[in-house]
């Protein structure tokens, strides 16, 4: 249970993140912003050719996200001078987070679009995730 609230506090975070960026969508997964826009605004796939395996790697990726968003927000927190530099670290380490986990930056914001977006697929990720701890 305990990882079930954690994508479901990551997936609300996520939301909340996406919704309040004024950050424009990127040209190329290179060019992401996760720190700032982890939820695509329009995923390029639809929700059914989501495979399991693309499910747990976003449910990991997840996790490892929402872990590197919390360490970078204690440190902007306490040098709030290095905010760009703090954030463009994150953000490097989200991606390599995502990509270590098997999918592509690109492939994450969109199962992260459908999670929030479509009950039935978040009932879906939630059920995963719970069987998964």
Known sequence: MKRKARITTSVLI????ASVSAAPLAASA?????????MAESPSIEVGDIEDDA?????AASDAIKDI?????????DDPEAYEELRADANE??????????????EYRDI????HEDE???AQVELKAATEA
């Not at 996520?14 to 993140?17: A, C, L, M, N």
């Not at 499910?55 to 449910?59: P, T």
């Not at 380490?93 to 690109?106: F, H, L, P, T």
Request: hydrophobic fraction near 40%; avoid cysteine.
């Open 93 to 106: 380490e989200m991606v390599n987070a995502v990509e270590s986990e098997g999918i592509d930056v690109s």
């Open 112 to 115: 992260g679009y459908f999670v």
């Open 55 to 59: 499910i747990a790697s976003f449910i």
């Open 120 to 122: 039935e697929f978040q």
């Open 14 to 17: 996520s939301g909340f993140v």
């Open 69 to 77: 968003r919390d360490e970078y927000a204690g440190e902007i927190a």
């Open 30 to 38: 290179d060019d992401y912003d996760l720190y700032e826009q982890e």
